[in-house]
């Protein structure tokens, strides 16, 4: 059962950008759902997750401050983006796990990405 990311698209430094995650179905308190991100030639980077039972949320350092994570009703949930920089630019994944972990191995479920870049 995949997930579907969207909402990527090209902005400025500086913008915002909303992408959002859908589940088919209804995600269970026990999910913690995370956002990752890839550019081409490296691996996977953990940007933030969210504990859907509570609403705990935690974030890579590169994007704290600036990055939220929300739930949004039962099936989605969404990173909000702020003061985008162009090092923000890569693919977009969301994933799902019952682990509180920030290891992309750990999550599954993983979808089509969605592309986001930010030009200076």
């Known amino acids: 059962v995949q997930l579907q990311a969207s909402g990527g698209g090209s902005v400025q430094a500086g913008d915002s950008l909303r992408l959002s995650c859908t589940a088919p179905?209804?995600?269970?308190?026990?999910?913690?759902m995370g956002w990752f991100r890839q550019v081409p030639g490296k691996e996977r980077e953990f940007v933030g997750r969210i504990r859907w039972s509570t609403g705990r949320t935690e974030y890579a350092d590169s994007v704290k401050g600036r990055f939220a994570i929300s739930k949004d009703g039962a099936s989605t949930v969404n990173l909000q983006m702020n003061s985008l920089k162009p090092e923000d630019t890569a693919v977009y994944y969301c994933?799902?796990?019952?682990?509180?972990?920030?290891?992309?191995?750990?999550?599954?479920?993983w979808g089509r990405g969605t592309q986001v870049t930010v030009s200076s």
């Open positions: 994933g799902r796990s019952t682990q509180w972990s920030g290891h992309d191995g750990d999550f599954g479920s």
């Open positions: 179905g209804r995600i269970y308190s026990s999910a913690v």
